[in-house]
Every structure is written in C-alpha cells, then in structure tokens.
C-alpha cells in the first residue's frame, strides 16, 4: 500500500504536465458524445423491460389497441355541451385529426363518440351524439343529459351538468405530444371561444418531464459549481488555486456523463441528477487537499515537499471517503429498478474518477503554477477566520457537554423511532408536479369534474374457462359485481367495460324497461346484443376497447379520480379480497394493467430494494470503517453520528407526513456513504494525531484546528451544493436538495459533537488501534511503542 | 360575313364542348350500367356468403350468412334478407333491409334469443354493415344520380382492361368521401376496384374485386375485399352457392320471413 501511494504522489509531482495534458484529452475525447445523449421520460421503464407487470400491460395496451391520449379538458359556468361549444369543439376535432400522429379513429370527443337510444315508435338506433335524436322531435336532450344517461361515456366526455367537457386525443408516438398539444392551443386561438381548458395526460407530463431533465443539467448543475467555486474562493481567497478542483468537478462531470452516454444509457430522470451529484463530491477530497496545503506551505521548505506531505497525510483518509461513498452509490446496483442502478453506477464511477483527479490533477496543477502565485497562499492566520475561532470552541463545548450531547442523541434516536414507525411509503409520479404546474391543475379540475385522469386496466381472461368467451353470463355478472362493488370507493370514479354496452343496447331493446338495465342470463342474447350494437351501426373497433374480437378477453377499464399508489392499491386489495370471496367462475383469470398499478409495482420493487442496499451499505461501510481504524469499538462509534442523522431525518419524514415516495427512498443509501466521510476524516486523522501527540485531549484540541475545519468546509459545499435543486419546478429534484441539505448539514455537525463526545466517555484510549500504541492506565504512553509505530510506519 | 364568322365559333364551340359533354354523358351511362350488371342482375337471387373481418391487430373473425335479394324494379327499390349461421351465438339471427331509393331505408333485424324483432335506424346509408367495413351503402348500392362522373382514363385490374371514372358526390353530405374512382371493367360493366379519396386527395378506402365467375350466365363478382385505409382494417366477403333464380316475392320479405326463415337456407 504506501508503496502505490508513493508511487502515485511522485508520479504527480514530477510528470505535471503529462497528467494535465492526459486529463484534457480525456476530456475532450468524452465531451463528443454527449450531444448524442438519449432521454428517456418513460415512466415504464422504471421497471425492467422484461417485468412481468410490463409483459401484461403492454399486452392489454396492443391487444384493446389503447394508446396513451393528451387530454384536453374544458371547464366552463355554463353546459359547455350546448350546440355553440360543441361545434367549435367539432372544429377542433376536425382540425386535431388532420394532425400528425394522432389515432384519428379513437379520437373521443362528443363529436366523434355514440349515442345509442330508440325513437318513440321503437327504433333502436346508435348514431353520431351530437346530433338530434331522430323523431324525438322538441323533446331532444342536451348533450349532457345523453352522456349522463350512457353508462360507456359517463364522466369520461363530460360532467353531468355539461360544465366540464373532455378531449381526448390518442397518439401513436408520445414524442409528438407537445408539437400536437401546441397545434391544439393555436387551433383554439383561431377557432375562439374556448374560454378556460387544461391539457393533461401522460405524453405531456413526459415531455415537460424531459424538458425539465435538460433544464436540470444545463442550470442547476452549473449552478451548483458556481456555488461551490464561491464557497471556495470564500475559504481559500485564490483564485487560481481554487480553479484546480473546480476543474477536477468539471472532468469529472464530464467523463462520468460521457461514458454513460458512449455506454449508450438513456438519460433518466434520475441520470439526469449524476452532474449535481458529481460536483460537490468530486470537490470534497480537494478541499482537504487545499486545506492542508494551505497549513503547510508556508512552513514548508519547497512546494514540492509541501504537496508531497499533504498527500502522504491524506491518502488514507481521502481513499477510505471515496471508497465508502463509492459503496454508498453501487449498493444500489442492488435496487430492481434499472435507472437507480444506472444512477448507482455511474455516480459510482464518478466517485472514483474525481478520486484519481484528485489526486492526480490537484497536485500536477499545483506543481504547473508559478511560483509567485502560491507566494502569498496560506499566510492568513487560519486562526482569526470565522471557522478558526468557532470550531475550536465547539471542540471544548462537546468534551465538556459530553453526557448532554448523548442523552439528546439517545432521545433523538427514540423520537427518530417513533416518526419512522408512522412513515406512510406513497408515491405519485404526477405529484411530482409543483402543485400550481398546468398538468396538476388540470388533473385536479378534470377529477373534480369527471371521473379522473388516472387509469387502471383489469383484464379478464376468459380463454381457460369451458366456453373460452367472456360473452357468458357468469363472467358478466362476476364483472358487474365487482364494478358495483370498486365503484363505492372514494378514489373510483368509473369502471367501464362491455357490460355497460350490453346493459345499454338490453335496456333500449326492451324499451327502457328497468330491469332489462342488467346483463342477461342467456350467453346467446349476450352475442346477438353486442351483435345488434354492431348491426345498429356501433363502431366494432370501439367494441374491440372492451373485448378481443374472438371473445376470450375483456378489459375493464377503472378511471381513478386519485392516482396516489396507496389510493390504487386499495383498489387493487379490494378487487383481491373480492375474487376470494365472491368465487369467479371457473378458469377465470385476472391481470392488471395501467400506468398506475406499474407504478405500484416499481414502488414495492424499490421500497424492499432501498431497505436491502441500506443495510447493505451499512454492513459493508462498518466492516471497511472496523478495518480501516483497526478498531472495532470505533468502527461502531463513527457509525454513530450518521446513523442518528439519518433515523432523525427518516424520523421527520414520518412525523410531518410527507410521503416516503422515489427519492427519499433512494437517498438513504447514498447519504450514508457520503456522511460517514466526515467520521472517517476526524477519526483516521485523529488517530494519526493521537499517534504523534499521545493524548486525547491534546488530540482533540488539534482535530479541531485544521482537520475540523476541513470537515466543515466539506459539510457547507456538500449541503450547499444541492441548494440550486430547490429551485428546481419538479418535486423530486427539490426533496433530494432538501434532504442533502438536512442529511449532510445534521451529520456533519452530529459528527463534530457525538464523536468527541463519545471519545471522551470511551475514555483515553478511545484512539488506539489494535496491536498499536499503548497506553498506560495512567494515560501516559508506552513510549517504546511509539518508537515501534513510527519505525513500522517509516519502514513499511 | 358577321353570320360566318357566328357559325364558325358556334362550330367551334361545339367541336370543343363535344367530346367533354359526350364524355360525361358516356360517364354516366357507363356507371349506370355498372350499377345495373353489379347490384339489379336478373330480377333478384341468393348465396352462401362468407365474411371475414380483419382488425388492425390482424386478428380475424368469420360470420357465415345466406344473403337473399330481390328486386322491386331495376335501379329503384329492393328487399335485402341476411340469415346468419355462424358463429353459433348468432345463429338463427336474421336481418332485413327495404332500400328505398326515393328515402331512408327500412331495417330490422331479429334477434332469437329473445325471439323479438327490433328496428333499427336506417337513416345514414353510410354506417357499417354489420360491423364490417362494407357499408349498407357498399353493399346495396349508391345511386349513379347521386354523383357526377367523369372518365379519366383506360387502366387494367385484376388483370382486365378497365375504363377509370372519377365520381364525385353532388352533396358532399351525402358521402364521408371527397370522391371516388372505379375502374370499370370494360367487358361485364363490374366495378372492378374503387378507390376513396378525402378532401386532401389521401386515399382512405380501398375496394378490390378478387375473382369473377360467370353463373347462369351473369358475370358474378363472388370474392370482394373492402380495406380502411385509415384504420388499417379490412373486410373480405366471398359469395358460393350464387343463385339467379329470384327466391320469393318481393312481398314475402317481411316479419314473418324474419322469424322463420325457409328451410333451405337454415343448413
């Protein structure tokens, strides 16, 4: 081991400008691909392509031919169903079906959908919605009043006061859905009228999604450098030097996203977070570096003995923070969710690259420098700045508050306990909206007003039952039953399915005989009525929406006014606790599908997956930290502060409500890998200083000089640098900044004052390693074993 | 010389519009004809049709029907009967359709199951035939007189020389199409394909005649295909068992034919 890292220093120190040549090359040759960069806004694909759930979603998807539809909906103060609003509405659809990739033929708008009714002598007829109802005359009713009386398009076109209308335009690629939603809003500038409309629907949350994703790359991670460059310029007053791990983030940035892209992985919402993360990370070993520069290169007799020595000093620590990082981020290798684990990785590999530049890079530049800009760095008395007087202080107030400091800790750790046990796991990816975002408030308004926005697929597979067909009363009237039975739950808004068509044409067959308002006990009266619904002039294709041509398969579809996955899991629970104990017919089988139960499933996926890399990372991170202080009391107590950070702060996420959704699940991992660098500098340099100075208490008035005010720089840039993410339109971005800055800030202060103190109570051995230094019961030291540790150090 | 000069462009004129007057009117007789070989042949007759529809999935479903027509008098009013035999849960449904050509239609259909006969709405020609891609309209006729036609061209199809008209609706309410093409076939009159174009000249129908038999004597087009072009679906009827022999009276096509169709054609 010292032998790489001498060889590793000096390489640095004496080919300066072949590492910084290498570095640029590098650089430019990964910086070509990145314009190629893929994005993927697919909610899908948080699952792996060959997910069960995905298979049965996309079959359901092709077999009832459903695409996913922009949304556009109308809300009004007067029945927008009165014949002025529909005609401009007819306008528009004429107009929207002219448009590239739009289903012309699925469009649904009161324009293009049925109305199915009989004429006072007895005609059944099934024709155009808008239209008079023939031979009814003065007695026609609004359109409303149709929708409301048809079981297949109530709350789906329109309220049933008119108030609230619907489009819906079904597209055959979700990448033309802002050009089409574009199209649409000119469209109704030139037609007029419209008054207050709402677009929503999938392809647009996808496409403001990717929007997003670019602002989020392009602002706030230059942002975020930015901040941190300040912050820098703040500690360390120059600016050349400063320049030097500013550039070691950017390459880092760079050859992480470069690789990613070359490896062709698409950017994901959460890829998309890798610069942001990369910055301040990449910047935590140079600022050490920088910090111990700083103190030494006055004392120092050349520059190249005072980077020599910073870096033998900071080797160990500096690797041990990357590696537990590193552990941090690949932990979630272990997480079934493919863009987690492409975010793991290369976060990951980022870690260990800014590592190499670090050490590498930093001091090459250094060595590059002239001689005359360095002349005046590290004069400042460190002791006068902000953080030179109050850390010192803050050494003196832990070793004195020691029992204080740990009964707060044990009764955080009980609050912390408590909060945890209330988490409530919910997500929902359209929440990840800003609550003022049009696509929030139009799928509030279109579920005030219709039946919901948010839908779920149940298929029925009638194909192992005897008769092979779904058009069999049993299955039916099992159908039926259930959809009586969800739609008394709050969060149903509507099920539809070919009952509601078989009811409808029965029920106008027998003239509007109430009872005829059921589903017929006899299988062949079910085939001829869908049969007359066909005859009468339905449209088969919008009968193929429900059932397979062939019969085997029906779909119900359930339009959700809450799209929450706990709200869709009820749901789901129910239909389970329904099928055992109301028993389907035999060889009746059931599959969901939709948006929302995916949803369900990556959540469980990734809920059980986080807890596993967790305690993963905290196993691997304890035994490296055991090994690393060749202790394993320490390793336990420097896992310590950051355990109490990151129960207190799941804790808050309890106690104030707040959904555990996708990035609070995913940042428990990472912060631990990230927040245990603090311990490992105070306690790894700690020990070195114990090893010199032979005393806990001078140890420790040491450690909070320079080695402290390393690690409190670390914890301003590393919380700070995720403040831009606050500003971020999309809430998961700005619960990741909010977390970092909590989890970041909490355990490097937990750091400062739980670790001092709990060296205090273990006592004045606390810093020894194994088979190292002994100490006397006195506290005096063996001072043949000092000797011994030096030699050992200096012939090794 | 004025009176020269007067008869001369009168000539003129007439030489020129002529051949385009002549044109049309050879247009219209053409379709008229075309109308008369394909839809009124002999006074009426039956066949064993089979209709496979085709959906965008590719995904096919077959029905099975006896189709009975006979003529009220040629290129006016009809009786149309459809008999369904297969599948088994439509069997025994029955269907009856009066074109009017003055009006709307008259349709019932029977359903057994309930043994009730029900009406049902005939006044859009355009709506699908049983939810095939054939419409009521495809399947009885539209009326030469409701378009004006104009020829555009010789062609071939299905491997015979053809006479290309272009008709185009005189009310553009009357059709979901801009205007049609059909080559007609230049020895029996049948309308041998059919192209339907929207008002952007994008082509949305599609109708091709797949096999011609002579039977009694009458050139029969016994396999047809109607593709959507839009929707990507398509339907094929093929015709066996074709009879000219007119099977009942004109008069006979009514409720009671509805519930008890003749024994001949229930196998």
């Known amino acids: ?796 | 010389m004025k009176k020269v000069m007067t008869l001369g462009v009168l000539v003129f004129v007439l030489i020129a519009v002529t051949p385009l007057a002549w044109a049309d009117d050879a247009a219209e007789a053409l379709m008229n004809e075309s109308h008369q070989a394909y839809y009124y042949a002999a006074d009426g007759g039956s066949a064993r049709v089979t209709m496979v529809l085709t959906d965008k999935k590719g995904r096919t479903r077959n029905r099975e029907f006896w189709m009975l027509r006979r003529d009220v008098e040629d290129m006016g009013d009809q009786r149309y009967y459809t008999y369904f035999i297969k599948p088994a849960d439509i069997s025994r449904t029955a269907f009856l359709v009066h074109k009017n050509a003055a009006g709307n239609d008259d349709r019932w259909l029977y359903m057994p199951s309930l043994d009730l006969v029900k009406r049902i709405a005939a006044d859009d020609r355009r709506t699908s035939f049983v939810g095939s891609d054939f419409t009521y309209e495809d399947v009885s006729g539209r009326l030469p007189i409701l378009d004006t036609h104009e020829i555009i061209g010789a062609d071939t199809a299905l491997g015979r020389s053809a006479t290309k008209v272009k008709s185009t609706p005189k009310d553009p309410k009357t059709a979901d199409y801009a205007y049609r093409v059909t080559w007609v076939d230049d020895a029996t009159k049948l309308s041998l394909r059919e192209e339907y174009y929207d008002k952007n000249d994008v082509e949305v129908r599609l109708f091709e005649v797949g096999k011609i038999e002579t039977i009694d004597g009458i050139p029969t087009a016994v396999e047809r295909t109607m593709s959507d072009l839009k929707g990507n679906h398509s339907t094929t009827i093929s015709f066996a068992e074709i009879s000219y022999a007119a099977p009942l009276d004109a008069d006979e096509f009514n409720e009671r034919l509805l519930r008890n169709a003749p024994s001949a054609y229930t196998r």
């Open chain 1, 1 to 796: 081991m010292p032998q790489i890292r001498h060889r590793i220093i000096r390489f640095s120190v004496d080919h300066p400008r072949l590492i910084v040549i290498a570095a640029i090359l590098i650089t430019i040759a990964l910086i070509i691909p990145i314009p190629n960069a893929v994005i993927d806004t697919d909610p899908e694909n948080m699952l792996a392509s060959g997910e069960p759930v995905r298979a049965v979603h996309k079959e359901i998807k092709e077999e009832f031919s459903l695409s996913d539809f922009l949304v556009v909906g109308f809300v009004g103060q007067t029945d927008l169903t009165a014949p002025d609003f529909i005609e401009r509405l007819g306008l528009l659809v004429a107009a929207v079906e002219e448009m590239e990739s739009v289903v012309t033929e699925d469009i649904w708008a009161p324009s293009t959908v049925d109305d199915i009714y009989r004429t006072p002598d007895g005609t059944l007829v099934i024709g155009p919605l808008t239209g008079p109802r023939t031979g009814w005359e003065d007695n026609q009713p609004s359109v409303a009043a149709k929708i409301a009386g048809n079981p297949i398009l109530r709350g789906k076109i329109a309220s049933g006061d008119g108030r609230a209308v619907a489009l819906y335009i079904p597209l055959e690629s979700k990448t033309y859905a802002h050009d089409v939603s574009e199209q649409v809003k000119a469209e109704m500038a030139a037609i007029g009228g419209f008054g207050e409309y709402h677009i929503a629907g999938l392809p647009v949350a996808e496409e403001t999604f990717g929007t997003e994703m670019f602002r989020q790359m392009a602002i706030s991670a230059p942002l975020a450098g930015i901040l941190i460059f300040l912050l820098m310029l703040i500690f360390f007053r120059r600016f050349s030097v400063v320049a030097s791990p500013m550039i070691v983030a950017v390459m880092t940035v760079i050859w992480t996203m470069g690789l990613l892209v070359l490896l062709k992985f698409p950017l994901h919402i959460m890829s998309s977070m890798i610069p942001i993360f990369l910055m301040p990370i990449a910047v935590l070993d140079s600022i050490h570096i920088l910090s111990e520069f700083h103190d030494r290169y006055q004392q120092s007799s050349s520059r190249r003995a005072a980077i020599t020595s910073t870096l033998e000093e900071l080797f160990a620590p500096m690797l041990f923070t990357s590696i537990t990082t590193f552990v941090g981020f690949i932990s979630l290798v272990s997480a079934p969710i493919p863009p987690v684990r492409v975010f793991g990785v290369f976060v990951a590999t980022g870690v260990a690259v800014a590592w190499v530049l670090s050490m590498t890079f930093n001091p090459a530049y250094a060595m590059l420098l002239p001689e005359r800009v360095l002349a005046r760095f590290g004069r400042l008395d460190e002791g006068r700045s902000f953080l030179g007087r109050l850390l010192p202080r803050a050494g003196r107030f832990a070793a004195k508050a020691r029992i204080p400091i740990l009964v707060v800790s044990v009764l955080a750790l009980a609050f912390a306990t408590v909060g945890i046990s209330k988490i409530v796991i919910n997500d929902n990816p359209t929440k990840w909206f800003k609550p003022a975002h049009p696509i929030r408030v139009a799928e509030e308004k279109l579920g005030e007003h219709l039946a919901g926005t948010y839908e779920a697929y149940l298929l029925f597979d009638a194909t192992g039952t005897a008769d092979e067909t779904v058009k069999d009363p049993a299955v039916l009237t099992y159908m039926e039953g259930l959809q009586r039975h969800l739609e008394q739950m709050p969060q149903v808004g509507a099920t539809t399915g070919v009952t509601d068509i078989v009811k409808k044409v029965r029920f106008e067959l027998k003239d509007g005989d109430p009872a005829a308002n059921s589903i017929p006990n006899n299988a062949e009266e079910i085939a001829q009525e869908l049969f007359l619904y066909e005859a009468a002039g339905g449209d088969s294709e919008d009968l193929y929406k429900f059932i397979t041509p062939d019969g085997g398969k029906a779909v119900l579809w359930l339009q959700l006014r809450e799209g929450d996955n706990l709200a869709v899991a009820e749901v789901v629970q129910a239909t389970e606790r329904y099928t055992r104990t109301v028993p389907p017919p035999a060889g009746l089988t059931f599959a969901w599908g939709g948006l929302t139960y995916v949803n369900i499933v990556w959540q469980d996926k990734m809920v059980s997956g986080m807890r596993n890399a967790l305690l993963g990372s905290f196993a691997v991170v304890l035994i490296m930290m055991i090994i690393l202080l060749r202790s394993v009391i320490l390793g336990l107590i420097s896992m310590v502060p950051l355990s109490v950070t990151i129960a207190m702060v799941y804790g808050l996420v309890g106690w104030t409500g707040k959904s555990y959704d996708m990035p609070i699940a995913v940042l428990s991992s990472l912060t631990l890998g990230l927040s245990i660098d603090f311990a490992i500098h105070f306690l790894k340099r700690g020990q070195e200083i114990y090893a010199r100075r032979g005393s806990l208490a001078a140890t420790l008035e040491e450690l909070f000089e320079e080695p402290a005010r390393a690690i409190a720089r670390n914890i301003v840039v590393i919380a700070l640098g995720f403040v831009p993410l606050l500003f971020s339109s999309l809430v998961p971005y700005i619960t990741v900044g909010v977390f970092f800055l909590l989890i970041m800030g909490l355990s490097g202060v937990a750091t400062l004052f739980i670790l001092p103190a709990l060296l205090h109570v273990r006592g004045a051995r606390a810093l020894q390693r194994w088979g190292a230094v002994r100490v006397r019961d006195d506290g005096t030291i063996d001072e043949m074993a000092v000797l011994a540790q030096s030699g050992k150090e200096t012939v090794a």
